[in-house]
């Protein structure tokens, strides 16, 4: 079943804990810490493949997890947890579910991201090991999660896109010109999915995309081509199959404009794009009247060919222009990876907000510094303290006005301030 478009949330692994733990061993009364690190959290990796088609298996699985780190245990160093590699078509576009940026574009085979970032594994005691304090009870916890939730569009990635009315003989065409097999019946909307196909011509090659027949009204969203209109954005080159013999008897001409008009609707950029005009089922009609059909169609700057998607009539000449324009003009640039507003400012970045119930303070690095101690610990929250007054955080906590008993959120954790100056 093919399918464009699913909401999918992704949770990488957390750390594992690092150990509190000394060294025993006998006629040694003395071995100092020797707590070992906990394991790093798995990744969630996303994979373009070629091979895949649709993303109908988001359908029916649409949360995954990277499994945890292991905690460590005494002096063994915990597992990493596994990360899982997902495939994806190629051509699949992933935004913020919630904000609607843009997160990464999937435009080539093999390309990786890591969607979600295992947390890092938690030190061991022996890590807080120093001159004064020599034998430290306490230990960090792993790292936290990642968890995103993101909307993936798939938009095929084809050099030529075929469009027109229902029927047109688009399906046919695909079929003739190259590998692909798609459903083909004398009734409107056989193609309710776009069609792929590799054409080998000349010493090239090239893909063709062969879209759901649209209607009027389309770009508003009637019918079923709206659905598959984004395709088409990727193109180069479009191919407009006109049906010279419609089994509604319906006017060839007046079929084309609608969907020109639907096309400009929809986008200008796309319909600037080279346009091929194929007047197809040719194998239909009286010849003598072919100089007459075309004339119809002349005023509109673009190319025209006479073709027969069954016969094979017509079809190098139309092959041979594809192929040249495809040489003549240059794909379409890659849409870069954007990455989320705080990793573009920098792991270490933060700030102090005043909220209505207090203060937060708010930065990657210092939330999961804060997430990753043990607040059970004493030790462990002076050690936090510690590290929290060295970064300057009470410093500019007290330059925002901060007063004795104010709330303070880092993260999760709360506490109340207490100035000990």
């Known amino acids: 079943m093919f399918l464009d478009e699913a909401i999918v949330e992704f949770s990488s692994g957390r750390g594992g804990s690092g150990a509190v733990a000394f060294h025993t061993e006998k006629h040694v009364p003395r071995g100092g810490p020797n707590g ?10 996303l994979i373009a493949d070629r091979g895949r088609r649709t993303l109908y298996d988001f359908k029916l699985l649409d949360h995954y997890e990277a499994e945890s780190g292991v905690h460590g245990l005494g002096n063994k160093r915990g597992k990493n947890g596994k990360n899982i590699e997902i495939k994806i078509p190629v051509g699949t576009v992933i935004t913020n579910e919630e904000t609607g940026e843009l997160v990464v574009d999937f435009t080539k085979h093999g390309m990786k991201f890591v969607i979600a970032k295992g947390g890092r594994g938690g030190h061991g005691n022996q890590h807080y090991v120093n001159s004064v304090r020599q034998a430290p009870n306490f230990a960090e916890k792993g790292g936290p999660s990642e968890r995103v939730k993101v909307k993936l569009e798939l938009k095929l990635l084809a050099d030529v896109g075929l469009i027109g009315m229902p029927n047109a003989g688009k399906s046919t065409l695909i079929s003739r010109i190259s590998a692909a097999k798609p459903k083909i019946a004398d009734y409107p909307f056989t193609t309710i999915v776009p069609n792929l196909g590799v054409v080998s011509f000349r010493d090239t090659s090239f893909t063709v995309a062969d879209m759901p027949g649209l209607i009027e009204g389309a770009s508003q969203g009637i019918g079923l081509g709206y659905q598959f209109l984004k395709h088409v954005e990727r193109t180069r080159v479009l191919v407009h199959v006109v049906d010279v ?6 006017d060839p001409l007046q079929n084309f404009e609608t969907i020109e008009n639907e096309l400009k609707q929809y986008s200008e950029e796309i319909f600037a794009r080279p346009r091929l005009i194929a007047l197809n089922k040719i194998d239909l009609v009286d010849r003598s009247n072919l100089d007459e059909l075309r004339a119809k169609f002349d005023g509109f700057g673009f190319p025209i060919f006479t073709i027969s998607g069954v016969s094979g009539e017509g079809l190098n000449e139309l092959l041979d222009a594809v192929a040249n324009i495809l040489e003549e003009t240059t794909p379409k640039e890659e849409i870069p990876v954007v990455m989320p507003a705080m990793q573009v400012q920098g792991e270490d970045f933060w700030e ?18 804060v997430a990753m101690t043990d607040l059970e610990s004493r030790d462990a929250v002076r050690y936090l303290q510690r590290r929290l007054d060295k970064i300057g955080v009470f410093d500019k906590l007290r330059d925002a006005g901060i007063e004795e008993g104010d709330s303070v959120a880092i993260g999760e954790f709360e506490f109340e301030y207490t100035d000990e100056r």
């Open 36 to 45: 070992a690190d906990g394991g790093k959290g798995g990744d969630v990796i």
């Open 352 to 369: 102090v907000l005043e909220e209505e119930e207090g203060y937060r303070v708010a930065g990657k690095r210092l939330e999961r510094m």
């Open 245 to 250: 013999f419609p089994i509604d008897e319906s």
